[in-house]
């Protein structure tokens, strides 16, 4: 059975904790990405490992550099359209869990087979 998918909505989360990720939009999704490393290997609660993570970013992120243990998805326009695209190509083949706290997305991946957990459960740098 493949590894389950986690796929990150990186604006999204950088967005959810008020620390001035506005100043810095890229520095932050970095900061995200490097938190979400370790995931591959140790995977959260409830989600065993070896997990394979996405990081779905979008504008100034866009940019950002690869880092082993993440894909980065590389969002051309909208980065929620870019997080449904990755859900349709792997949902229901394989686990899907989204990371999002947007109630739009939410409906999307839910109604394609994919789970869906707050900002709050992955790790930030």
Do not use: F, H, Q
Request: aromatic share 2%; glycine share 10%; charged share 25%.
């Amino acid at each position: 059975m493949a590894a389950p998918l986690l796929v990150v909505d990186a604006a999204n989360v950088v967005g959810s904790v008020p620390d001035g990720w506005w100043r810095d939009r890229a520095g932050a999704t970095s900061r995200l990405r490097d938190g979400l490393t370790g995931i591959r290997t140790a995977g959260l609660p409830d989600l065993p490992p070896p997990v394979d993570v996405v990081l779905v970013v979008e504008g100034k992120a866009r940019d950002i550099a690869e880092t082993p243990g993440v894909r980065l998805e590389r969002a051309a326009g909208s980065g929620d359209d870019a997080i449904v695209a990755v859900v349709a190509a792997e949902a229901p083949a394989r686990r899907v869990v989204v990371v999002t706290a947007d109630r739009g997305l939410r409906e999307r991946v839910t109604a394609l087979g994919a789970e869906v957990r707050g900002p709050t459960s992955v790790p930030r740098r």
